[in-house]
């Protein structure tokens, strides 16, 4: 094959720039940018010819340009973070942006984005202000604690904790509570990070309040315990409580510092799920620093939240790293909304969407597979074999790795593509969808889909499986 004719056959760039579809092009797209898009799709012809001894692959390449390009200029113009369904199941998925916050929250700090807000303007004295007045206050009276403040997550936040108090000092943890998060989020790497001493105590499985009360020495800065949220160690076990760790700070006059984790503000047990300590058993057992993530349990936007005693916080805020770690404006405003939904724990439950999905009854997820399977039946039923199933959803995020919550998901196996591939197609929707695949099918679980997407995943499956 005579490579030197397809190269010649390369139509010209400015021969390319006069064709009428691109021309249309650029009423709407800058020269520059269909240039652009121009000379890649060139380059991949150039390439193609170059690799390829696929005559008929290569005619089509160079046939298909204009296509291409157009192809190519939409995709640098549309936007790259999307909206996604999320049929996985799992509640606080970390790939698909963990805790979903109500629109009631976003509407009411978007009035706040789009225009100045009291940020750090105190109105009533018509001084600076503060930016954690906003939502100290509602804190403070939730949790139980003197005083409150946020950062950009968790991980900062026991960064920030620990550069405070244990700079060139030690700082003492049970070896079963050395806990990795992911993101090399690692206990004694964030205490290397602040100038801290690690002292490990106890074994894996047992620490007792003798390890504890041996390891202190007049160096010691504070006691840690750290939620093992995402693992259990079980079996033959024991652990020092926070009531006792307490006990044991306080005679030797050093706080003691808890990184919960998830921060739960409710007892989630009543609603069937493992018992998952809360912020205010923490606070109320004599904890002197509490940490937790915002967008976990919590159900709100991504921030480290720390409350406590106010001279600790107080010291806290005044350390230079909290200027780099502060939380904006947007993260401000919705913590406060998020806030404002735990005065009423039912209201709570209702209105954040974390809770509303972690307690969605059974009932009202059998209603949802119903009305999506009779919608596929009707458009795609011919195309696929379709089926109700049991299945379990998850916490995930790292928050109560064991528990499975009983929920119903939808069952697909196309007829004419492989199950793969439809999972790959779903993907690439302009919404794209993502559930799991269990024996060569495609599972959707109805726990973290909302009414609204119903339709949207009805269609999808229609381009998908009629294309
Ligand atoms: C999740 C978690 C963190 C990290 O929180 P982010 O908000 O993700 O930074 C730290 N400590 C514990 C115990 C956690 O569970």
Known sequence: MDKNIFYRNIPKVDLIMEYDEIKRLSEVHTRELILNSVRKV?????????????EEEI????????????????????????????????????????????????????????????????????????????????????????????VNNNAAAVLLILSTFAKNKEVIVSRGELVEIGGSFRVPDIMAQSNGHLVEVGTTNKTHVYDYEQAINEN??????????????VGFTESVSVEELVNIAHKNNIPLIEDIGSGVLIDLSKYGLDYEPTVQESIKAGADIVCFSGDKLLGGPQAGIIVGKKQYIDKIKKHPLTRALRIDKFTAA??????????????????????????KELEEIEIQALNL???????????????????????????????????????????????????????????????????????????????????????????????
């Open 42 to 54: 060139m380059e991949d012809i150039r390439d193609l010819i170059n690799s390829s001894n696929d």
């Open 59 to 150: 005619k089509n390449k160079i046939n298909n340009v204009v296509a291409d390009i157009i192809i190519d200029v939409n995709k640098f113009i549309s936007f790259n973070m999307k909206k996604v369904i999320n049929g996985t199941g799992t509640i606080l998925h970390t790939n698909l942006g963990r805790a979903v916050i109500s629109k009631e929250s976003i509407e009411k700090a978007s009035k706040l984005m789009t225009g100045f807000s009291n940020l750090e303007y105190n109105l009533e004295l018509g001084e600076r202000g503060s930016r954690y007045s906003h939502f100290e206050k509602i804190i403070t009276k939730i949790t139980g604690a003197e005083s409150a403040m946020a």
């Open 220 to 233: 010691t800065a504070a006691l840690l315990k750290v939620h093992t949220s995402n693992y259990k160690i």
């Open 334 to 359: 919705c913590l406060e909304c998020v806030f404002h939904e735990y005065i009423d724990e039912n209201k709570a439950i209702k209105n954040v969407p974390v809770l509303k999905m972690i307690t």
């Open 373 to 467: 399977f009779n919608k596929l039946s009707e458009s795609i039923g011919n195309l696929c074999e379709l089926e109700i199933m049991d299945c379990e959803s998850q916490i995930g995020g790292g928050a109560l790795p064991l528990q499975r919550i009983k929920s119903k998901c939808i069952s697909i196996m196309p007829k004419n593509i492989s199950t793969s591939s439809l999972e790959k197609k779903l993907r690439m929707q302009e919404t794209p969808i993502v559930g799991r695949i269990a024996n060569d099918k495609f599972l959707i679980d109805l726990r973290t889909i909302f009414d609204d997407e119903i339709e949207i995943i009805n269609e999808a499956f229609k381009e998908v499986l009629n294309s």
